[in-house]
């Protein structure tokens, strides 16, 4: 075949003597690798030179140029989703899924080597390979982050994962959202080996490939049957309220989870082709909601902060979660029922409510305190006095919003209002309408919630 090996193709392919193609993920214009339009439009030339030229080959090899395989999705592409252009990212998402589906099912064996970490769509390349060999290094990490961004894996990580370990053990991995390193990936069997060094992991993918020249994934044989059964299995029915009412109680109230597990459960019932189509709708309505917006944002506020502002943002944090908790308590004093209050502020987005650090029992109301509060409002309490608290210290110290953000996250605050900056900005009606709310708050419940000079 012929090698593709343009200043601007973001993969690389040559072929050897030996009939086996190595594809070489290296963006030109990028520190790290990802599923950006440089990539699309190369990966889709590659294959399709691949296809080409089938009959002279044996199989195909992946690896990167760079410390890391693959970092999965655009997220500077995704934050700008919209809802208008639904059917275009649909297009978009489908053709990445469309090629990756055309290596599985080539007819020749394809090895990923993993040379260096492959998360989110890095990881979903991967699985689309027949063979997954990682490199053994301490800083190599696999996982599928995206519900921690408010997203789902989207290039057929719900798919794959289920058919290769079942619906348990893929929601596991998805949920969290966590990495993990290669030993847990292997122990998983997400990936199959782990060699000392890319050498040895070339050698190993080469070797395999001679002894596997007609492989097949097992979702392609006829009579396939999902590990531990699927959505309509008894045992995995019967298991379903558990998951759903953990994933509520781990996400603070966020759509990403519900989706993930929807889209698992749902692609369980169907073929794989189908179950991709069921992945990428759920995908692209969620990469619309605020929650992904403002994860997206948060992601990216952690990679601006410097070292010099650790000290204040310890500040924004410790101010963070004094405030909340002050504000719970003094919604028991007023007469607050405890659980209530811990529901309002687990409604709000805080994982783990706020008062498990609190003997409640000490808490006795005041009747010179006593409010009869609305939940709604217990909910914005939850959120505005932290975020005020934020402000304040931001104004005193003069933080950039980044810092605030990433040090309320730190907190506690919930990630899916991207930080206490951004909700004071972005909270309906924006600032002025954040004003307006703090001030109905402030009259009810006391000065504290009086909003800072430059909000009104």
Known sequence: MTATTGSTSAVVTRADADGIATLTLDDPKAPVNVMNDAYIESMHAVID???RDRDTLRGVIITSAKRSFCAGGDLALLRQADATRADEETARLDAIKHDLRRFETLGLPVVAVLNGSALGGGLELALACHRRIAVDDPRLRVGLPEVGLGLLPGAGGTVRLTRMIGIEA???VILPAETMDAAAALTLEIIDQIVTDVDAATASARDWISSHPNVVKPWDKRGFRIPGGNGSDPRIADTLPGWIATAHAQAGNLPAPRAAMAAVVEGSLVDADTASQIESRYFVH???TEEARNLIDAFFDRQRVSDESEDARADVSAVVDEAVLAEAIAAVRAGA???VVDRAARCAGW??????RVDTRALEPSESDWVDAPFADLVDR???????AASRVQAAEALGDAEVNVASIDAGFPAATGGAARFCQEYSGGAEGFA??????????????APMPSAT
């Open 49 to 51: 030179g691949i296809e």
């Open 436 to 449: 307006t709310r703090a001030a109905v708050l402030a009259a009810t419940y006391g000065p504290r919630f």
């Open 337 to 339: 029922d405890p659980d």
């Open 351 to 356: 994982r783990d409510g706020v008062l498990k």
């Open 170 to 172: 893929a929601l596991r």
């Open 382 to 388: 939850m959120l505005f006095a932290p975020a005020l």
């Open 286 to 288: 969620l990469s619309h």
